[in-house]
T-cell receptor
């Protein structure tokens, strides 16, 4: 069975500082994809970044980077130079090649403090 | 940029009534999904749909739920007899393919309130 775990229900970060949001996963599949989504208070789900299980380099997208440690089955999201607009819920998700669905973690609520 | 659309944005209904939530996935996408999110909680998978049939469904997706792609563009979720606990945000999503790297594009959601 696939499982995503986000152990930080809430995080605070000072504006302009970096923050790491944790995500661990459990799967027996060899091929899978890991995704991070942002959900602001308005409710929409915004795709941030993707990491493939066979990717050798950590994914980066602007201020977002993914610290992928395959042996530890972790895919932590790093947000650099936090901005007030980064305050939102962040969900880690996984898709394996043995099914179509995405598995989501419980989310981390990030608050950026001015 | 193409996007997934959902209507209505908010639906209020009485317990026991039927509701139909509508979605228009991105036009060249082949895989379609419904998720729900009870306020403040995790996103829960309901069903995936490919090649005009359900490919996976969760335990939540019982006989009260059904999905349909009636006309090649719309993708609907029907709840036959709503319960109070069906109150949630319902997200439609689509992907272009079935590969692990295919990003899921989400619609803006429909907030369902069952009174």
């Amino acid at each position: 069975a696939q499982k995503i775990t986000q152990t930080q229900p809430g995080m605070f970060v000072q504006e302009k500082e970096a923050v790491t949001l944790d995500c661990t996963y459990d799967t027996s599949d060899q091929s899978y994809g890991l995704f991070w989504y942002k959900q602001p208070s308005s409710g929409e789900m915004i795709f941030l970044i993707y990491q493939g299980s066979y990717d050798e380099q950590n994914a980066t997208e602007g201020r977002y980077s993914l610290n992928f440690q395959k042996a530890r089955k972790s895919a932590n999201l790093v947000i650099s130079a936090s901005q007030l607009g980064d305050s939102a819920m962040y969900f880690c998700a996984m898709r394996s090649n043995t099914g179509n669905q995405f598995y989501f973690g419980t989310g981390t609520s990030l608050t950026v403090i001015p | 940029e193409p996007e997934v659309t959902q209507t209505p944005s908010h639906q209020v209904t009485q317990m026991g009534q039927e509701v139909i939530l509508r979605c228009v996935p991105i036009s060249n996408h082949l895989y379609f999904y419904w998720y729900r999110q009870i306020l403040g909680q995790k996103v829960e998978f309901l069903v995936s749909f490919y090649n005009n049939e359900i490919s996976e469904k969760s335990e939540i997706f019982d006989d009260q739920f059904s999905v349909e792609r009636p006309d090649g563009s719309n993708f609907t979720l029907k709840i036959r007899s709503t319960k109070l606990e069906d109150s949630a945000m319902y997200f439609c999503a689509s992907t272009v393919g079935g590969q692990t790297y295919n990003e899921q594009f989400f619609g803006p959601g429909t907030r369902l309130t069952v009174l």
